[in-house]
């Protein structure tokens, strides 16, 4: 590994661990929306006590409004990524899943129950019911996807832990410090209130240029503070999870293969500090400051995967994976994907454009129409 | 060799029943999901015409059901299918990526334009114009099916490779024998589905008298009608499943026989209630039923479900994959090595086990017998062997693909069949603390002849009538 990423691959290794981080990049943002966005409301459910005002605030409302959408579209676009570490680590992926059993197999029914209680939180009935319920309701779907977060973290240390797959095995037991565990969680809690942040603070920004009351506009330095107390978590926890990686790891992060891609995040969340400090200093949500911040948050997200792949690549024997991903690369229908992802990019976007265009001001009229005579 | 990989133990489940579980519920919302887009279509068309008084009313109803079930569990389930392919069988659903992960890939997409189309339409649907709404719904229904049009080709594949095992060109599997009868059969239960829920949709809708619940009942019966082509399309996917499969349906095998017969039954009867009932003399249908023909729906979709994947025996991948994850060109090697080479994972409570040999024995069974059967439990190898001598079991394990042609080749030694004849009887006798290890050379030597007979092959299962003909020709 003596090329920056991806240049020191094989192609085909280099074009599925391309797609394979492209497409979790996707799906983060979407995800940290969601988890970041559960831990808020549940946060200002609890602060706010017996009455419902916090949770009526734009931000708030914004979050319990698109939630669901959001972790709709987390679900679809974690497919991706779950088809290409099928690709690239089949072996340590299967055996991961294979060896957590049961413990993996409970995420999909905790998402369900979270993925309703989503849609409850959105209604207005649960903010009728009493305080304790409404705190147990949030309280439920933020734990689900911290929870749904620790699974996927374990999942991947024990992909990386070869040497102890036959002991799990018959013990059961799991061989991973608690502290490493916390740190890699607080690296992805952290930067998911920096993501939900950016989204979010677009959400709003479209809802102060379309609102003239200003009651409608959040606070932008509420935002800003949640981006840059998650960075700065996320960032401290990232040294530490580091420091506490044995040398090989440490050597591939911080060497010519991944070395830029730490500058690339670092200079992503400078890029975002400064976004938001300029929206902190006219206490607006502008478009300028927040482009920046949105181009600093893709390029931590993206630097930070890249990070993360180094420290997986350094614990597996990635050279031996290699036949496997050429003699993926020979089977056909490639150029099928990209010809439909092209234009299934275009409908999407044809989408958007038909809502934006095609909406009326009045609710739809459900008196009977008059049948047409011949 | 294969990798091998850690295999669970499910107790009184076999993997298979976990697998089929998932794989149902998942079905049945998905089929649902890609009728729901055609209906609403009709329903969009029958509203913006003015043939149809509350059907923008009830468009509006059955996509926020669509919504809540379909976008949740229907989506939730399909990665959970995921999940549990690998926990039941990580070799098949890694081959299944590996040689098709280009056209997943390309249903993922679909499902991408499928969830925003969806939710263009839920969230903005009471402030959209009917053309666009009309348009929404269209994406909406050609992306689901699309979708379907995808993942049929890659499942039907499993059954009917077709062309590609000489090939190896991923549009010959993709496109194999199964794969149109297979879609069309799928389109139209997904057309059925969508309307028997728009049946249950219609008397929740508290606001509508009676005249007008039966008005939107009848016009959603109309997607009942391509009921009448099931027969056919029945009987050509019949017509194209190898010979062996067919046989294990049509009587070869009493479960998928029994499954089937259940299909068919469930099937003919909302058929015959739909057409004559709902399209002919149109009929009113009340919640209670109409929730009792979409459970028998169920009903037909879980036993068509089995009998798919009960017909691949004895491989999950025809030719490339027995159903235990060994590959039909691996086991004359595994017969010299054993198969227990390369498996790195000891038992669970080893300490339990009284001796070596019937250590060895559990191993052979978790690789190659585990994913279909238990020791006590579901299918159950204590329980179909209970009634055998030790040499019986021997000769059986040994010739194990003529001793029931849906089963996979013994893949391993003479000493591996002995272990797992003793594991077995130990396993069956309560297993009693100690147990005296067999070790008789000429008990091995015996087992290692039935293997040599057996050969490698997998079984033929018109073997029976070869045989007639030939006593005839005598």
């Known amino acids: ?374 | 060799m294969s990798d091998v990989y850690p295999i669970n133990d499910y107790g009184p489940l076999m993997p298979g029943l976990v697998m089929a579980g998932v794989a149902i519920v998942h079905v049945f919302l998905a089929q649902f999901a890609v009728g729901g887009g055609i209906l609403l279509c009709y329903f969009q068309w029958l509203a913006m015409t003015g043939r149809e008084p509350h059907a923008r009313r009830f468009v509006e109803g059955y996509f926020k059901l669509l919504v809540l079930m379909s976008f949740v569990i229907g989506a939730l389930t399909g990665v959970g299918i995921w999940f549990t392919a690998i926990q039941v069988s990580p070799a098949t659903i890694g081959a299944m990526v590996d040689n098709f992960h280009w056209l997943w890939a390309t249903e993922w997409t679909f499902f991408c334009l499928e969830i925003v189309s969806g939710y263009c339409f839920y969230r903005y649907h009471s402030r959209l114009n009917d053309h666009t709404a009309m348009t929404l719904l269209a994406i909406y229904a050609i992306a689901s099916w699309m979708s379907l049009f995808v993942i049929n080709g890659i499942l039907s594949w499993q059954l009917t490779p077709g062309r590609w095992l000489e090939t190896r060109n991923v549009f010959d599997g993709f496109f194999n024998p199964s794969f149109w009868p297979s879609l069309l059969f799928r389109t139209v239960v997904s057309m059925t589905l969508s309307a028997l829920a728009a049946c249950v949709v219609t008397n929740m809708m508290g606001s509508l008298d009676r005249e007008a619940r039966t008005s939107l009942i009848n016009r959603a019966a109309h997607l009942l009608i391509p009921m009448v082509l099931m027969p056919f399309l029945g009987v050509w996917f019949l017509a194209v499943m190898p010979a062996d499969s067919r046989s294990w349906v049509l009587g070869g095998s009493p479960a998928m026989m029994l499954f089937f017969s259940i299909s068919i039954g469930s099937s003919m009867a909302i058929g015959a209630y739909a057409l004559i009932g709902m399209v002919l003399q149109r009929l009113y249908i009340n919640g209670a039923t109409s929730s009792l023909m979409l459970m028998l729906a169920f009903g037909a979709t879980a036993g068509g479900e089995f009998v798919r994947e009960g017909s691949r025996k004895p491989y999950s991948i025809r030719h490339l994959l027995y159903s235990n994850s060994i590959k039909p060109d691996e086991v004359a090697l595994l017969r010299e090595v054993g198969c227990l080479g390369n498996d790195r994972y000891g038992l669970r409570q080893d300490a339990q086990y009284p001796n070596d040999q019937v250590r060895i024995g559990a191993k052979v069974f978790r690789r190659q017998c585990s994913v279909c059967h238990t020791v006590h439990g579901t299918n159950a190898v204590a329980e179909l062997t209970g009634s055998w001598d030790e040499n019986q079991m021997r000769i059986n394990f040994a010739k194990l693909q003529h001793t029931k042609p849906f089963m996979p080749p013994f893949a391993g030694t003479a000493v591996e069949v002995e272990s797992l004849v003793q594991f077995i009887n130990w396993s069956g006798s309560m297993r009693p603390d100690s147990w005296p290890a067999s070790e008789n050379p000429q008990t091995l030597a015996q087992i290692a002849d039935w293997l040599s007979e057996a050969g490698t092959a997998p079984g033929d299962f018109a073997q029976n009538r070869k045989r007639t003909t030939s006593r005839q020709h005598e």
């Open chain 1, 1 to 374: 590994m003596n090329a920056i990423f991806p240049f020191g691959l094989p192609h085909p290794t280099a074009v599925y661990v391309n797609l394979f981080l492209l497409t979790f990049v996707l799906h983060q943002t979407f995800m940290h929306y969601v988890l970041a966005g559960s831990l808020y409301l549940t946060w200002a459910t609890i602060r706010q006590g017996c009455t419902t005002h916090l949770i009526e605030q734009p931000l708030a409302a914004t979050l319990r409004d698109w939630m669901p959408f959001l972790l709709s579209a987390a679900i679809t676009a974690g497919v991706a990524p779950l088809l290409f570490i099928q690709i690239v680590y089949q072996y340590q992926f299967y055996t991961a899943n294979l060896l957590l059993w049961w413990r993996w197999g409970v995420v999909v029914p905790v998402l369900i129950v979270a993925f309703y209680l989503l849609y409850l939180i959105k209604s207005r009935m649960l903010w009728t019911w009493p305080y304790a319920v409404r705190v147990a309701v949030v309280l439920a779907t933020s734990s689900s996807f911290v929870f749904v977060g620790f699974c996927w973290t374990i999942n991947h240390l024990l992909a990386n832990s070869e040497a102890n797959w036959p002991d799990i095995y018959t013990t059961g037991r799991l061989p991973f410090s608690v502290v490493a565990v916390i740190l890699r969680m607080l690296v992805w809690i952290g930067g998911s209130f920096a993501t939900m942040s950016v989204i979010v603070g677009w959400q709003l920004n479209y809802r102060q240029s379309h609102h003239s009351d200003s009651s409608t506009v959040a606070g932008p330095r509420e935002l800003a503070g949640m981006s840059i107390c998650g960075l700065v978590t996320a960032m401290l926890a990232a040294a530490g999870y580091v420091a506490l990686s044995g040398a090989a790891p440490r050597s591939l992060v911080f060497g010519t293969f991944s070395l830029p891609y730490v500058l690339l995040a670092i200079s992503g969340a400078i890029l975002q500090t400064i976004g938001w400090s300029l929206q902190w200093r006219s206490n607006r949500l502008e478009v300028f400051g927040l482009s920046l911040s949105t181009i600093g948050s893709l390029m931590t997200l993206f630097g930070v995967s890249v990070i993360r792949e180094a420290i997986r690549i350094s614990a597996v024997d990635f050279a031996g994976l290699y036949p496997r991903h050429t003699e993926a690369a020979n089977v056909g229908g490639f150029g099928v994907f990209v010809v439909v992802a092209v234009a299934v990019t275009l409908v999407i976007a044809w989408c958007v454009r038909l809502v934006s265009t095609g909406m009326h001001d009045v609710d739809k009229d459900y008196s009977i129409p008059e049948r047409p005579t011949a």
